[in-house]
């Protein structure tokens, strides 16, 4: 089982960026897929970006963000990494990571994924 720890949520204006942290422990870090969604107030969960395991190459985002928001991965160090920019007030959310084994559950299914970290608040003033 994988545990994970967000950080670098904050509190900023419009326009500008943050970078969200996500370090996994417990498991073999590189063997899972990984994925970003968020949550605002009465709103669902929603996906955000996903990563592939191992290598990363294959990345999806919602259309919401494209072009704004990166996510990268670094496996020697258990760490995904989500670069916003260009933020607006529409992107505050609780920010969460998410961890698996199957694609199709970061993707596709979040209800079936394995592992979630706590979360980190990002709050975005216009």
């Known amino acids: 089982q994988v545990h994970l720890v967000e950080s670098g949520g904050g509190l900023v204006q419009a326009g500008t960026s943050l970078t969200l942290n996500c370090i996994a422990s417990?498991?073999?870090?590189?063997?899972?897929?990984m994925g970003w969604f968020r949550q605002a107030p009465v709103k669902e969960r929603e996906f955000v970006a996903s990563?592939?395991?191992?290598?990363?190459?294959?990345?999806r985002y919602a259309e919401s963000v494209k072009g704004r928001f990166a996510i990268s991965r670094d496996n020697a160090k258990n760490v995904v990494y989500l670069q916003m920019d260009y933020l607006q007030p529409e992107d505050t959310a609780a920010y969460y990571c998410a961890a698996d084994n199957s694609l199709h559950n970061i993707i596709g299914d979040c209800k079936a994924i394995s592992a979630w970290g706590q979360g980190t608040q990002g709050t975005v003033s216009s």
């Open positions: 990563i592939r395991r191992f290598g990363g190459e294959s990345r």
């Open positions: 417990g498991s073999t870090f590189s063997s899972h897929h």
